[in-house]
Each structure stands twice: as C-alpha cells, then as structure tokens.
C-alpha cells in the first residue's frame, strides 16, 4: 500500500504545474509539485502558507485580481474552469500558462481544486509577434461572414484607426461593436451596390477582386481606401472573406483636386464667373471671378448654399431678374439635378454694370460629382452672339449625344488666323491625321499652320476647311489596324473657322450607322409604355413566350438608353429574393430568351450588351415614352396618366411623368 502511495505522490509531482488549493479558512496551498517549484525556481516551502496565498504574489500584477475573482468564483459554483495567466519566475522571467482547474468537495464540507499547468510561453510569444507584425503593417485587415449582410469577425486595430474609431473604455460606448453586425454601415451610401455586387461575385465565383472605395468613417468623415478582397475556408471549414486595405484618401484628394483644377482651368477658357455647389455641405464658394473685386467675400471661401446665392443675386443681378434667377437656383435644390439623368439646366439673365447699365448673361449648371456641381456663367454681347452661343450649345449637345451612341472618337482644336492648337483628342483621331500619340502631344505645345497640320492625313486642306466651314464632312482612308477601307463622318461643334474658340471635332464608322439604318428601316419597331407594355414590329405585337423576359424588355426601355447591371435588374425582376448565383444563372437565362426572341423578329441589334450589363438603343425604337419627353408640340397629349401598368416598379417614373404633366398644365394656365 505504502508502494502504491509513493508512486501515485511521485505522478503527482511529475504533472506539469500541478498544485491544490484549499478553500477550508482561506485559499491556500496545500500541495506543490517539484515540477511547479521547478517552473518557478522556488522551493516548495515557499509556496505553502496555511494562512496566506503565497502562489498568487507569483502571478503577474496585471492578472492577479482577475485570476483570484474567477477561482473564487468557480470554487462556489463547484465549476470546473480553465485560465490562461502570466506567471513571474524566480528569475523576473514571464511565463504564460494555461491552468486547468477541477473542484471536489471533501466529506467535512471543504472545497479543494487540482490545478494542471501547461507552460504556453513559446506559443504566446508568436502570437505577440505576429500581433506586432500585424499591428506594424501599414495595412488594414478584416474578416467577414459569406453572408447577405456580411458580419465583421475580425478587424485589426490599424483598421479601426483608419476608420476612426476610438478606443473603448468604461466611460465611452464601443462603437466598433455597433458595425460588426452589418458592414455596409461603414460604406458611403452612393457605393452599398456596388460593394454588393463585387462581394457576390467573389462568392459565387471563388476570384479575388481589387479597387477603390469611399467608406463612412466612424466620426462621420469620409476615407477613400484601396485594397482587396478573396474568399477563404477557416480552421471550422466555414467559408469567410478576407480584406486587406490600405489608406489612399490623401491621394484621392489630390488627384480629384488636380483634377478639378484642369477642369476648371478649362471653363475659364470659356466662362467669366464659376461658382462650386456642394449639396452635402450646403455650401457654395466662388473659385473664378474674371473680371469683378466686390465678390470677395465668396471667392474660395465656403459659405452657407442659401444666404450666400440670396446675397450674390441682390447685389450683382439686375432688379427685374432677381425673382428668376431665385426660382432658378430653388429649383436646382428641388429638382434633385445632381441625379444620374438630369440635364444641365440654363438660363439667361441681366447683370448690373454701372448705374443703370447691364450686360446679358448666360448660366448653365454643370454636375461633377454625386453632391457637387458648378454654377458657370458668361457675357452674351449681343443678339447675333447670343445667337452664336445657343447654336453652339445647341451643336455641343447633339454631339454629348453622338459620342454615347458611337465609339470613333473625339478631339478638339482652337484655330484662330489660320494657325491650329490642338487639345486634346483619343488616339484613334491622332491616327486619322496622321499623328502618333506622342506627336501629338508636342503638337500641343504651340499653334501650326492649318495646312502644315492636315498635310500628314489621309485627306486634302480643302476637305478639311470645307468640315471647318460647314460643320460636317465625309473621309475614306485606310485603317491600319483592322486593314479596312473605312468611311468615316465628321461633326464640328461650330459652323465659323474664324471663331478663335476651340472646335470640337467628333468621328464615327458612317458603315456602321448605314447598317444599323437599314436594319431600322427593315423592320419598324414601336414600344407602348403608357397603358399596358407591350412592343410592335411592323404593326405586329412581339408575342413574348416569357414574362420575365418581358419585364427585362420594360426594364431596359424604362432607362432610357442607360446602361443596367446584372444586380440591378435581378433586384427589380425578383424584389424578394437574395442576389446570388442561382439568381445570376435564372437573369441569364431570361437575357438569353429575350435576346433569341428578338433574333427571331429580326432586331436583336436594338439591344446592346457589355460585360454584362445591357442597355436599349433609342435611337433604333419607336416609343411613345420617349416621343413625349422630347416635348414636341404633337406628341404633348401622348400622356393619359398610366405608365407600364403590369409593372410596379414603373411607379418612380410615372410619379415623374405626372409632375412633368402638372408643370404643363400650370405653365398653359
């Protein structure tokens, strides 16, 4: 028996750490194993004291309090527990262990634990320097759930300092806690879809993706962060996502700014007076001012959007137009003009100059941003040169309008005394002169004769004064890289070559456009949206085989020629269903039956399609929707008060056309 007690007393000693607590008076050692001692490099004496608990000053300052509260704790509950703790050795040395604590109850009532340690220094330590490697890194990490609505499980702290959010204490709530349930809360509202759509592509595709994003920091203030995201398996076999960023707001800024500069720099090329609307402030400040030193109290300074604009008219615009130019810069607040389809609203109006005299101006408000937009003005001299400036506006127009239906190109010249500048032009038109891209570029830096300039192309100086002089021409020359003969169309923004304002010179394949003509003039194609959708050829209603690729059919004609994605089409086709691969692989079957429906009558070219997303060719269609808001005089009565009735979704438009129809009948009354 003795035997048997010595060998049991000898594994005691032997197990790692091992000790007992009595909880009899107060908690003390009882028992200490020399493997303890030996962790500790103490004797056994100096760890049993019936009267005081002489383990505990051996524990690390920072953990003592709470490892005493939870043994307490545990040893009244009778709970098994487990604690990880720093120990000080004898040495000043840190040891991490993992104690394993099991509770008995001895037949007089007393409580005593047995107590394992497992020396975990060496596995602590790596985690502290992968800690400080992570920490270290100029990088933001995160972690998130494969989910709808994706949960944050891990954000290192570099994140949250780019995010802004402070450290939580006793006193301050914990914001971080606030997002983890939902990341999409961190994302600046205009960019929730997109993030979307790039999440579920990473999930349901297994590809990493890269980019640029606006976030909500936690303050308030917006950040710009690069970086990327993949899909990971973790240790539990449950799929997560993985993103790293990093902190590019700074260089954002700068390059918006540059940007923004050059752009501005150019409108005063053209305008005498630029102020800069911020929606999201409400705020407006003068940056450009030509010719006037009373304004400087607005120049470059933001000012409250309301008073200041109330302030600017009072004291520049003349008396009889005050009252305009104020419903003016109202309806720009009301109307919502910063939204995607909105046109660039114009209006004409007198300035004060001296005493009673006043020049005429002209303002236009041009979007540059999702809250932003610039309010530019300047001088119409006269009758004949406001008359100039409406055609020119007017020619402008129709090419913004040109070049979103054709991919030739663009490029633009100042001519002035038979000497060209050019400024600016995409590569293909460099090619059609003559010119490579660097050689164009040199060009830039000073004026050329005309005819030293238009000597390298494919055409002769008499065709080219001609397209000066008359607004358009035709060219053929050979196209190097598709080694084709091609015919090409040329369009100038103004019809004068002595004017000394830039000219703006757009191209497009005339072969193409003929094409596409013949295939309209084949077969007539009318669209009714008012009343019930329903699409004509020939007089003959399509007879849709399936209703969803209808619906897309409404959809893409409801845009009116904007382009729309997957995503948003799979969210308007099926509103209550999640956006995920089975909805991806039923959008693409409905697009494959519209598109085999519509080779079927012959016009599937009205339908374009890139990368995914898709969009309707007006210009091929016939539509009672788009007759009506062209605001010609014989299609004003097209409008009954109905709008794609099988639709629900028709109902933000409608609600548009209704106001549009208000507006009519209150401007005839």
């Not at 099991?102 to 502290?128: M, P, Y």
């Not at 040199?442 to 000597?455: C, G, I, N």
């Amino acid at each position: 028996m003795s035997n048997i007690i010595d060998s049991a007393e000898e594994i005691l000693h032997s197990l790692k750490g091992f000790h007992i607590y009595s909880f009899d008076k107060k908690a003390h050692i009882k028992f200490a194993s020399r493997n303890l001692c030996e962790l500790l490099g103490v004797s056994e004496n100096q760890l049993l004291d019936e009267n005081e608990d002489k383990y505990s000053s051996f524990i690390h300052p920072e953990d003592r309090m709470q490892y005493s509260w939870q043994l307490e704790d545990a040893a009244a509950k009778n709970s098994n527990i487990q604690l990880q703790y720093r120990l000080i050795g004898k040495n000043k040395n840190t040891i991490f262990v993992n104690d394993n604590i099991t509770f008995r109850k001895n037949k007089n009532g007393s409580t005593e634990a047995f107590c394992v340690l497992f020396d975990i220094t060496k596995i602590k330590e790596e985690q502290l320097d992968l800690q400080l490697i992570n920490e270290a890194l100029p990088c933001g990490f995160i972690r998130c759930t494969c989910e709808k609505h994706p949960k944050i499980t891990y954000a290192n702290q570099k994140l949250l300092n780019i995010l802004h959010f402070p450290k939580a204490d006793d006193e301050e709530m914990d914001y971080y806690s606030l997002y983890k349930d939902n990341i999409y809360l961190l994302i600046a509202p205009e960019e929730r879809s997109r993030l979307a759509y790039c999440l579920q592509r990473i999930s349901s595709e297994d590809a990493p993706m890269a980019g640029e994003i606006t976030v909500v920091c936690c303050d308030g203030k917006k950040a710009r962060l690069f970086g990327w995201v993949s899909k990971h398996t973790d240790e539990n076999g449950s799929e997560e996502l993985i993103g790293v960023c990093m902190d590019i707001t700074e260089r954002y800024i700068r390059s918006r700014e540059k940007e923004n500069s050059n752009y501005i720099r150019a409108l005063t090329d053209v305008y005498d007076k630029i102020f800069e609307y911020d929606y999201s402030e409400n705020t407006v400040k003068c940056l450009y001012w030509s010719n006037r030193n009373d304004i400087k109290w607005l120049q470059n300074i933001p000012m409250q959007m309301e008073d200041a604009t109330e302030k600017w008219i009072a004291s520049v615009v003349f008396p009889d137009d005050r009252k305009k130019m104020a419903e003016y810069f109202k309806s720009l607040r009301e109307n919502n003009l910063l939204k995607a389809y909105s046109k660039p609203y114009t209006i004409n109006y007198k300035e004060l100059f001296r005493d009673d005299e006043f020049k005429t101006y002209m303002g236009i408000f041009l979007k540059t941003g999702s809250c932003t937009g610039l309010f530019c003005t300047r001088e119409m001299t006269d009758h004949k040169r406001a008359e100039q400036l409406r055609d020119e506006n007017e020619s402008l127009k129709n090419m913004q309008q040109l070049v979103m239906r054709f991919s030739e190109g663009i490029s633009a010249f100042r001519i002035k005394d038979e000497m060209v500048t050019p400024l600016y032009s995409s590569d293909n038109i460099c090619e059609f002169f003559g010119y490579s891209k660097e050689e164009w570029l040199s060009l830039m830096k000073e004026a050329v004769p005309v005819r030293q300039f238009v000597s390298r192309g494919s055409f002769d100086y008499e065709s080219f004064a001609k397209l000066m002089s008359q607004g358009e021409g035709e060219f053929t020359y050979f196209d190097v890289k598709s080694n084709t003969q091609r015919h090409i169309k040329a369009i100038t923004s103004l019809k004068s070559p002595k004017a000394s304002t830039p000219f703006y010179v757009m191209l497009y394949n005339v072969d193409e456009r003929k094409k596409q003509n013949k295939e309209k003039e084949a077969s007539k194609i009318f669209i009714r949206t008012f009343g019930y959708f329903d699409v004509f050829v020939d007089g003959k209603p399509i007879a849709f085989r399936n209703e969803k690729s209808k619906e897309l059919f409404a959809l893409l004609v409801d845009r009116r020629g904007g382009f729309i994605t997957s995503e948003e089409a799979i969210g308007f086709l099926w509103e209550d269903e999640p956006v995920d691969s089975a909805a991806f692989a039923r959008y693409r079957k409905v697009a494959l039956k519209l598109k085999n429906l519509l080779e079927e009558y012959s016009i599937a070219s009205i339908i374009e399609s890139v990368n995914g997303k898709r969009r309707l060719d007006m210009e091929m269609v016939d539509c009672d929707l788009y007759n009506y808001l062209s605001g010609r005089e014989e299609y004003k009565n097209l409008f009954k008060g109905s709008y794609l009735t099988n639709y629900s979704w028709g109902e933000n438009t409608l609600a548009e056309l209704m106001q549009t129809e208000m507006k009519e009948r209150g401007s005839n009354e």
